[in-house]
């Protein structure tokens, strides 16, 4: 956990929230980091999730919530920065080297984390996740699409109404 | 016997197999199926609008997502006949224009389909003109 100093102005020494996984296991992060939920960030703000307390999150359980944590540790001091606009080439390709291998995983997990995003309002992880699920449909044929996203091979119905659908859709498969 | 045997053996880790592969495909597809609508649509939204058109295939509830995209960007480039960058032939042209034709009108017949108001659905229907452009060209 590189923690380089923010520059807040706000606190000197980093501060730390725990957040509550759904299975009761405790996570204490930097309070920078847990901010980039949209969600989170009031609570923090008005100074909660700190001490013993603890923000609970009854929807998001321990194997989610650490790799959104791990997220939003890798992206807090870019956040930090807002937005990096002074952030060097070599950061930026990191940061994009990261996302990359971050979203390298079984689509359960992608479907966990871009609910959880969207849960906990964290912009960037959504919109990561939902290009990832959208660079999986991209270029396939049907069928390719039904078997990529784990969609059981069709039913003669189904099938039937597949062709149908490909005769109306005819221009989107040219 | 023997032989037989080997083969019961076989058949069964077959359709074991088989079985597994079901119970993941489908357990995958109900968590793809539980997300809600407005994740689903943010998925869309980072396609274009012949690979997004492809995902109706899945199952109705795919089908209202693609009509209810809120904004409609129709690339005019996808549309351009292939392998043709610089020449391209009258009858190519009139080919890709109806294929565009026909991608106009898709999410709007739908959208009609459920009562919504006219208007509204034309303002609704952008065409990206930057992409316009090289169709132009080839059109001389």
Not at chain 1, 15 to 28: A, C, G, H, K, Y
Not at chain 2, 88 to 94: E, G
Request: include cysteine; charge should be negative.
């Amino acid at each position: 956990m590189a923690a380089p100093e923010s520059g807040d102005g706000n606190n000197g020494a980093a501060r730390m929230v725990t957040l509550i996984s759904s299975d009761n296991t405790r996570f204490e992060v930097e309070a920078a980091a847990a901010s980039l939920s949209q969600t989170l960030q009031l609570t923090i703000l008005d100074g909660g999730g700190g001490g013993g307390d603890g923000i609970p999150l009854p929807n998001v359980d321990s194997a989610t919530l650490s790799k959104v944590l791990e997220y939003c540790i890798k992206h807090a001091p870019a956040a930090a920065n807002g937005g990096a606009p002074n952030a060097t080439a070599v950061d930026r390709a990191e940061l994009e080297r990261f996302d990359n291998e971050f979203v390298n995983i079984d689509q359960s997990v992608l479907y966990s984390l871009i609910m959880a995003a969207h849960n906990l309002e964290i912009e960037g992880l959504q919109s990561l996740v939902a290009k990832k699920v959208a660079d999986m449909i991209k270029g396939k044929s049907p069928m390719e699409i039904r078997r990529t996203l784990g969609f059981p091979d069709p039913t003669p119905e189904e099938q039937a109404e597949m062709n149908a659908h490909m005769l109306e859709y005819g221009w989107a498969y040219e | 016997m023997g032989a037989t045997a080997e083969l019961l053996r076989h058949d069964s880790t077959k359709i074991e197999a088989a079985v597994t592969k079901d119970v993941e495909q489908e357990d995958q597809e109900d968590r793809l199926s539980n997300l809600p609508d407005d994740i689903l649509t943010l998925i869309l939204e980072r396609l274009k609008l012949h690979e997004a058109a492809r995902t109706s295939i899945l199952s109705r509830r795919w089908v209202h997502l693609f009509s209810q995209r809120s904004r409609i960007v129709i690339d005019i480039g996808a549309f351009n006949p292939k392998d043709q960058v610089s020449e391209s032939t009258l009858d190519d042209l009139a080919k890709s224009n109806a294929s565009l034709i026909q991608a106009t009108k898709t999410p709007v017949k739908v959208r009609e389909f459920r009562k919504k108001n006219k208007a509204e659905l034309e303002a609704l229907l952008l065409i990206d003109r930057g992409e316009a452009l090289p169709l132009r060209r080839q059109g001389h």
